[in-house]
C-alpha cells in the first residue's frame, strides 16, 4: 500500500509536492507537541530560532519529496540536481586512496548518493528501518546501479573498509545517532551528543580523505544543488576528539542553510545501553528516548 502510495504520488512535479509538503510541515508542527518542542529545543538551542518558519516547511518538504526522489525515474530525479566541486572527490578517486563522503542531515541528502552514483561507485552505509512496511520501499528505492548498501554492522564496516582499499567512494551519515559501542559523547551545538566514530576509524585506517557534501534545496521546486567542501577541521588522536571536529564541520556545514537541517531529528537520545554523558544535564523527556 505505502509503496503504491508513493509511486502514484512519483507522478506529480516537484514544485507541487513542494507546495504540498510546506502545508504538511505546518500541519504535523501543529499537531505534534513532542514534534514541536523538539524541533525548538534544537533549532534555538544551535542558534537559528529566527529560522524556525522556514525549518517547518522545509521539514515537510523534506517528507513531500521523497515519493519522487525513491520511485519516478533515475533520469528524472537526476536532472533536477546540479552537482558543484565535484572536482574535491575526483581529485581523491584518482590518487586511489578512496574517499569518506560524510552527509548529514541537512538538505535533500536522499538525492545524494544518486548523483554521485551516476559518477562512480559508491558503497553507502545503510540502517533497515525499524517499521517492517517500510522496508521493501526504502531498499527497493534506494537501489540503483554503481550503489551499493552496506549494513550498519560488522559486515557492512568490512564492506566499506574493502571499497576504500579500492580506491573507491563510501557515504556515511556522521549525525545519526549510533548503538552502543559505536560511539563517544562529543558536543553538538553545545550539547554532549552520543557520535558515531566509524567515518575517523576508516580514515585512520586507509587513508582516505574525508570530503562534507549536503543538497541544498532550491526555492519553488527548482531542483537541488549537491555540494562538495573540503574537511578542514584536525581530527586529533584519540576519538572524542575526532567525534568532536567532525560536529564542529557540521556545525559548519549546517550553518550554511540552516532551515534546512532536520532539527527535529533527536539527535541527543541515549542509546539503550549507553550511560548518559556524565559532563552535563540530560533532560527527563530525552533521558526516556531509547533507541
Known sequence: MLVALFRFLSIFSLPVLHAIGASLGWLVYMASGS?????????????????????????????????????????????????????????????????????PHLGCFEIIAQAIAARTRLTALYRPPRKAALKPLIEG?????????????????????????????????????????????????????????LSAKLHTMTGAPLILTYAERLPHGRGYVVRFVAFDEVLGEDATQQAEAINAAMEKLIARKPAQYFWSYNRYKIPQGVAAPVTSVVSTDTAKERT
Do not use: H
Open 35 to 103: 514534534y514541536r518542542r523538539r524541533l525548538q529545543e534544537n533549532i534555538s538551542r544551535a542558534g537559528f530560532a529566527a529560522d524556525t518558519s522556514s525549518a517547518v516547511r522545509e521539514a515537510g518538504r523534506n517528507i513531500m519529496e521523497l515519493p519522487f526522489i525513491w520511485c519516478a525515474d533515475p533520469e528524472r530525479v537526476l536532472r533536477t540536481a546540479t552537482v558543484e566541486n565535484w572536482e574535491l572527490v575526483q581529485a581523491a578517486l584518482d590518487a586511489r586512496k578512496g574517499v569518506i563522503l560524510l552527509t
Open 141 to 197: 528505492a534506494r537501489a540503483r546501479d554503481n550503489l551499493i548498501l552496506a549494513p550498519a554492522n560488522l559486515s557492512g564496516v568490512r564492506t566499506m573498509a574493502k571499497a576504500l582499499k579500492k580506491g573507491e567512494a563510501i557515504g556515511l551519515l556522521p549525525d545519526q545517532v549510533p548503538q552502543e559501542g559505536e560511539g563517544v559523547w562529543a558536543r553538538f551545538f553545545g550539547k554532549p551528543a552520543y557520535t558515531m566514530t
